[in-house]
Each structure stands twice: as C-alpha cells, then as structure tokens.
C-alpha cells in the first residue's frame, strides 16, 4: 500500500507542475484605433468592446489595451470574439472578426490501481 501512495503523490506533483505551465485564462490586447471611418482623428474614443458569442460583452476603458479573463469567465465552448471602439457619447464602430477560440477544461488525471485480488506468495 505504501507504493501505491508514493504513485499517487508524484503524480498529483507532476500534474500540478504542468499545469503552472499552462496559462489559466484567455488575455486579449489589441491596438487602439486613432482615426473615425471618415479619416478624421478620433479623440474622444472611451473604450474597446469585446462581444464573444454568447457572452455578456466585455468593456475596457481607453487607453487599456488588454485584458485578462476571469475564472469561470469563459466555460468550455467555441468562442468567436469581434471588436468595436465606443466613442465618449456612446456610439460604436462596426463590429471587426477579432478572435476565435475554444476553451477545454483541463482533462482529469487517472491513475489506474493494481487489481487488489492478486495474492503474493
């Protein structure tokens, strides 16, 4: 019994060491436009939207140019992400394909145990 422990530690540490090297959520960046539709120089952009399906949208007060997702923020699924600037009266530029990705929770690890029938002699 006491290998069967030892196993079972090293693997629950080995698990843990190749998760630390994982990162844990999605982070986004992104360049701030500088310019309206028009050609004009955009001064007075607020924020950056970002609408993934099926999501609440997500916004990020200028002059960010990142953001790191939360636990649980994005639960397993396919996600395709477009960007929008918001200028300081609310309006909002054409949505542009920003990102798609897939999110998996981490696979469960299994140890599988000896058969407890053998006898040893």
Do not use: H
Not at 23 to 45: A, K, R, Y
Request: overall charge negative; aromatic content about 10%; charged content about 10%.
């Amino acid at each position: 019994m006491k290998y069967l422990i030892a196993l079972s530690i090293i693997a629950a540490m080995f698990y843990q060491a190749a998760q630390a090297a994982l990162p844990e959520f999605p982070v986004f960046s992104w360049v701030n436009p500088t310019q309206n539709t028009d050609g004009s120089v955009l001064t007075d952009l607020a924020e950056t939207r970002i609408d993934c399906t099926g999501l609440t949208p997500i916004s990020v007060s200028t002059p960010a140019t990142s953001y790191s997702a939360t636990s649980g923020e994005f639960p397993d699924g396919t996600y395709d992400c477009v960007a929008s600037a918001v200028n300081t009266g609310g309006v909002a530029s054409s949505a542009v394909p920003f990102l798609r990705f897939t999110v998996q929770q981490t696979p469960t690890l299994t140890i599988p145990m000896p058969p407890t029938s053998n006898t040893v002699n």
